[in-house]
């Protein structure tokens, strides 16, 4: 077949490259307003190859499936939140419970709800084709038409990029460079199955409910890395996650680390006895709003982690994916309508995510990297450290007036990072405040 008449007979509106949050959303949006999307998705069906810790965000799911708590594979609405600091040994948790009727998030597995998500699209008019990877995109002119894949190549007004976080094909469109080592985390996660009755009981929650533990230090000390505890029905989902850069510094292997953390005393009485069922390692992008790549191009699109889209002081990834992938199809609607596919065109993309929490959230914090990456030893060592030995302290009763013990803990601090150390450390939480609040 000549190249013109495969353009002819392969040629659709829109291609969405990757079957996650991003693409699902992106594409169905294109569907819904009555034009032609193919996507693309290399697993065997969506979801297969996604990992995450993980919870959904209820409001900007509804966004893109109104009525999915109705028929979607939720495994438990998320009502207890907890923040727990580890020392060597012990550990200081606040928890959070809301009993609202109305939950924030659920958890879910991916490979169920991704593949709910894309049998829902597929309903509404998304070709889906799995099993195949994109390998690089076509370009005439300096403007992208289509993608090329193992078997044969597909063809369109507009690609919209949602590859998640590696993606090579928006480095091939010019539109982002090589992934540093100090904008991305390493995660490791296991899915560790367990019966329903033990997780109500050890995480005290009822049946449908669920627990999301944020756990800084412990293992991590000293280090730019969080680690995470979902609640599933039937299984615990626990990993965290470290800059890449981190690791090489220590020469650190995630998976020790997180056998570590499955040790730690405040961990182990929770997973105790529960059987390993999956084993995954992903990259989370954590460059932050600094390190967004252009989001358009002539001809194409870019969104979810393949844009570094993710907000992770909250650990919110596929909310953002999904608001950032229907703005990008609502985008290249408004591209076919016009017949117009210029970058031009397309910046209306950028625009509107301008507009929306998620570019407004991740300038917020758009400084909260550079200062961890720079103060880590103290804000992820030195003080979790000190808040559990303080209450050692406070708790502690033994022969020694409390006023010596109070004094005692203050001066330890003074010498231990001294006062110039200190006035740097509030200095920096001050400059982090203020970019964040003003
Ligand atoms: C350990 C971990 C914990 C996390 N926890 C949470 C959480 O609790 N809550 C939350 O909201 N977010 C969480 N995140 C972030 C969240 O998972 C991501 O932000 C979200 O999945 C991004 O969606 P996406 O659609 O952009 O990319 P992905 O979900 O990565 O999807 C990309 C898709 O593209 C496909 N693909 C890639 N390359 C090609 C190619 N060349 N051809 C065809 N297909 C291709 C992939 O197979 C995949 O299906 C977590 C991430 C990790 C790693």
């Known amino acids: 077949m000549s190249e013109n008449s495969e353009k002819f007979l392969n040629k659709t509106d829109v291609i969405v490259v990757g079957g996650g949050p991003a693409g699902i959303s992106c594409a169905v949006t294109i569907a819904r307003a009555g034009k032609k999307v193919v996507l693309i998705e290399r697993g065997k069906f969506c979801g297969s190859k996604n990992v995450f810790g993980g919870a959904i965000y209820a409001e900007p799911v509804r966004e893109i499936f109104p009525n999915f708590e109705t028929n979607a594979p939720l495994e438990?609405?998320?009502?207890?939140?907890?923040?727990?600091?580890?020392?060597?040994?012990?550990?200081?948790?606040?928890?959070?419970?809301?009993?609202?009727?109305?939950?924030?998030s659920y958890s879910v597995i991916r490979a169920k709800f991704d593949r709910w998500m894309a049998d829902e699209a597929k309903k509404e008019g998304v070709i889906i084709v799995t099993e195949t990877v994109v390998r690089e995109l076509i370009l005439e002119k300096e403007r992208v038409i289509g993608v090329r894949t193992e078997l044969e190549n597909y063809y369109s007004d507009i690609v919209v990029l949602a590859d998640g976080v590696n993606s090579l094909l928006a480095k091939q469109a010019g539109v982002r460079g090589e992934i540093d080592p100090h904008d991305v985390a390493v995660s490791v996660k296991e899915v560790l199955k367990l019966d329903n009755a033990k997780i109500n009981e050890r995480f005290n929650i009822g049946d449908k409910d669920g627990c999301i533990y944020e756990i800084f230090g412990g293992p991590m000390l000293n280090m730019l890395g969080l680690g995470f505890i979902y609640t599933n029905q039937n299984s615990i989902s626990i990993g965290l996650g470290i800059t890449m850069n981190e690791l090489i510094k220590h020469k650190l292997r995630p998976y020790a680390l997180l056998d570590k953390l499955k040790e730690h005393p405040a961990i182990a009485p929770l997973i105790k006895d529960a059987e390993l069922t999956e084993y995954s390692a992903?990259?989370?992008?954590?460059?932050?709003?600094?390190?967004?790549?252009?989001l358009y191009a002539s001809g194409v699109m870019v969104c979810g982690d393949a844009a570094m889209l993710v907000n992770n002081l909250h650990w919110e990834g596929t909310n953002l994916a999904m608001i950032s992938g229907k703005l990008a199809g609502e985008t290249a609607v408004i591209a076919v309508n016009?017949?117009?596919?210029?970058?031009?065109?397309?910046?209306?993309?950028?625009?509107?995510?301008?507009?929306?929490?998620?570019?407004?959230?991740m300038k917020t914090y758009k400084d909260l990297m550079g200062t961890m990456a720079m103060k880590n030893e103290q804000f992820l060592g030195y003080y979790p450290k000190k808040i559990n030995s303080f209450f050692k302290m406070f708790t502690a009763v033994n022969c020694i007036p409390k006023r010596t013990m109070f004094r005692g803990f203050i001066k330890s601090v003074f010498k231990e990072r001294g006062i110039f150390g200190l006035f740097s450390d509030g200095l920096s939480i001050l400059k982090l405040l203020w970019s964040i609040l003003r």
């Open 76 to 104: 438990r609405k998320n009502t207890e939140h907890r923040y727990a600091i580890l020392g060597e040994e012990d550990a200081t948790t606040v928890s959070y419970r809301n009993n609202d009727s109305n939950p924030v």
């Open 282 to 294: 992903h990259l989370i992008p954590e460059g932050g709003y600094k390190k967004i790549p252009t």
């Open 338 to 361: 016009k017949n117009d596919f210029s970058a031009k065109t397309l910046s209306k993309y950028q625009q509107s995510l301008e507009k929306s929490f998620v570019m407004k959230d």
